[in-house]
């Protein structure tokens, strides 16, 4: 048997254990799969007292990440702590000293990806299957089984956690705040669900998705955000009368080749009857659009401990079969400074707006005639509500208009008399 | 520039023409994403005269096939003939002189694929990411994403052409007959359907899925095969109102890891919720069930020209990024001889059984009798017809029941007076 590769884990969190119960419990099907076995030599943590829920042995147990990073027989560093810092600077370290990375830290990635693979040694790579859609084979779709087409678009429910608020306020007509706090009572959304609602989690994910996809270096900072918490029961009465579906989807597209890459996150409606339009709960799914390939779809619970810690060992097991190093190859590509993207007041798509009226003669015609000025043109337009009391809400679905003329109409219609309260735009896909 | 990886293409048809097209169209893209170009030396096919929509060097082409399989230059051979002979042949002389081989080819796979790799010298690889699902990089999904998974199911909507029928007779209520024609009119559905109606080609597919999730030398012979020819618009309406869908499966599962595999083509009910029951027209879609995974599902077109092309290419990438040799590793697994399968008459599954019956008192309890004394209790039952001159359809949804228990019912049913036509059944999978 050829010698171990040797592997120093740094984060012994939630995922942390579950890449070494995963590791240990499957140990016969992942050696007979490899030219040589997997060994975990040590693991860093600050807390070395907690037993975690898995078996190893609490001697190579340590709180000195110094150690683990200067040991020169291990071949393979996995990062599992998250977040920017500490994280960056151990990656940083590893690679420098010629070590392979293995992470699923999008946050880190989404931010200092592009600069950490440029400082690398060739040969020690950074692989980070975990970081986009928990166990899903993702980025290996894009860089290997896609790896001949031009890649058009990329789509994808990213958030578990958001994706099971939008599936309870859809299917149970439940406020925002109320689909969080039964997501939180069943562990589907932490104590601070900010990252998850605000759609930062999902700027991190479409950034290294896009980055892959275009070959650009497109990062968290380019891309444009807009969460969930402002979505409201009669968005969802209203998608239901309109056939739609709700769903928090980071998109990066272009026209072809050479076009500017439009990237961002945005509570869209899709079509019911559409695939990603039928993900609900917590589950992710990706679709990529390519040529030759057409539309293609990938499913699965996008976090969690099993799922993240299946596409780790996955990573690992591909550095195991290529000898701790990928030297060439059709693996991640970051290259530095290299982006085209499309100006935010550019992108075009259809929109659905909620505005809230006064509801009097005249009204209408209000809206339309600052939409008409501004070349949007109006698709579609819904008032049920009757009550000259009160604001009462209009919907309206335009056709493909472009978002700083609609952002210039809402400059309007906010200063109109009639109009109650803050406009509320979301995007339309119509497939 | 490294020197280009020589490849030899044997078959010349609407693929073969796909993949020198995509080579030709996306030659900066592949050429940016390798360490090495990819070069078609040779194509051998016995048509050298008709023009191929797609840009070569006719002095290339020849219809000797023994040239190109003696031109040491060569490393690669692409078969593209499709069948079992000559290809096997072709792949086995290529193989053997220690060239790697790509194909797409199912049906020699599902019955010469274990031997074929078994006579292979090392390093030789044999890839075949086209074989099943088109573009859906199914294959690399398998032995890359989910290496450390202890796969427990694969279930397939594999054969656009059937998926295209169902859809058909589901959505506008035609006949099987009807269906079929206008698919062979929109070139869905070829001149002679047979393999693609009766299941042949969806049984070649999942014995090559059935083999590398399960590491067994499962091969078509293995495959309990069902066609949907006998499908009725009586069926699609029953569905309906119980509210499945009637899809063509390919299904391979077990219990557990030592469990025996269960392995067949069954046209089955699916929840219309489903995402594989979702799945239509002419798309392709593969759930894979796997440990710490969970359930994930790849979708995509799953035939034609241009998403075929597309996996061969990968195909042809990752040897251009490997040097032309595949040692060691997560890629295919056939091994001879070894395989654990349950008897037909084990298979357990909730069952769908149409009768035509004589509609008199006392016909719905005899067939309850039967189903009772063979330990198969009823899950629900309607007859909606009410003609007491003719036969009329009584539908049976059944608990989870036994192979042989149903068969020896139905042997009993066929005897029995008011039984008038062939008693017909179908497989129901609750998710």
Known sequence: MANAMK???????????????????????IASRLP???????????DTQTRRQCEYDPAILTNDTESLLNDPEIEVVVELIGGYEPARTFVARALQAGKSVVTANKAMLAKHGADLMAAAPKGAALLYEGAVGGGIPII???????????????RGIINGTSNFILTSMETRGVSFDQALAEAQKRGYAEPDPTFDVDGTDVGHKIALLASQCFGQDIRFDDIRIEGIQSLTPTDFAYAR??????????????????????????PTLLPASSLLGSISGVYNAVEIIGE???PTLYYGQGAGRKATASAVVS?????????GRIEDGIGPRFPVGKKNLKPLEDI??????????????GTMAALSRVLGDQKISIKSMI?????????????????????????????????????????????????
């Open 315 to 323: 990573d690992l097991m591909a550095l195991a079969a290529a000898n």
């Open 140 to 154: 290996r779709a894009i860089h290997q089984g896609l790896a001949a087409n031009e890649i058009h678009s990329v």
């Open 383 to 431: 008032q049920h509500g009757k009550d000259r009391a009160k604001a009462v809400p209009v919907i309206i679905i335009t056709h493909t208009a472009r978002e700083g003329d609609v952002q210039r109409a809402l400059d309007i219609i906010r200063t109109l008399e009639v109009n109650k309260a803050q406009p509320f735009v979301l995007r339309v896909e119509e497939n």
């Open 292 to 294: 030759p390939i057409g």
């Open 7 to 29: 592997v120093g884990l740094i984060g012994f969190g939630n995922v942390g254990a579950g890449v070494v119960d995963l590791l240990q419990r499957h140990a016969g099907l």
């Open 348 to 361: 075009e798509t259809e929109y659905y707006l909620r505005f809230w009226v006064t509801d009097k003669p």
């Open 241 to 266: 009368e309109l056939n739609y579906k709700i769903k928090l989807l980071g998109i990066a597209k272009r026209e072809s080749a050479g076009a500017p890459v439009e990237a961002r996150v945005s």
């Open 36 to 46: 040589r076995p997997i060994e975990i030599k040590r693991i860093a943590d600050v």
